[in-house]
């Protein structure tokens, strides 16, 4: 029997590749891309994606950026509209909390836009401030 050479496979020789990603360039939207918030993620490389010009849709992250790139609840990520469905967006870049406060400055984001925040934080935010269920007992 062989002798055991060492640990992990081809993953573990490859490396993370750290550094590589320490300054780049800022990507702006092109015509048939959006700006958007990912909500939730729902799984298998699928989230729910709060576009900037106000439409939920569902978002797919790309096969480039799968394993590579983690998208989670509240991250800023620029989205490619589809030309045949609406309702869907593939992820193409997922922005720092850095780059989406300089888009924020450039005003590519609205001044509304909330960065690293998740759902859970947006629905707390909102909920807080009313306390009112709307029955008024003065009518009774």
């Keep these: 029997m062989p002798k055991p050479k060492g640990k992990g496979g081809k993953n573990r020789r490859r490396g993370k590749g750290d550094g590589e990603e320490a300054k780049r360039e800022l990507e702006f939207k092109e015509e048939g891309q959006e700006y958007a918030q990912v909500v939730r993620m729902l799984g298998n490389g699928r989230c729910e994606c709060f576009c900037y010009d106000g439409v939920t849709r569902l978002g797919h992250i790309r096969g480039k950026m799968r394993k590579k790139v983690w998208v989670t609840a509240g991250d800023i ?22 780059e989406a406060r300089n888009l924020k400055q450039y005003g590519e984001l609205p001044e509304t836009a909330r960065i690293n925040e998740t759902a859970v934080d947006q629905a707390m935010a909102g909920e807080g401030d009313d306390d009112d269920i709307g029955i008024d007992f003065d009518d009774i």
């Design 77 to 98: 990520v620029l989205v490619g509209k589809r030309d045949f469905q609406d309702e869907k967006v593939d992820i193409i870049h997922k922005y720092s909390a850095d």
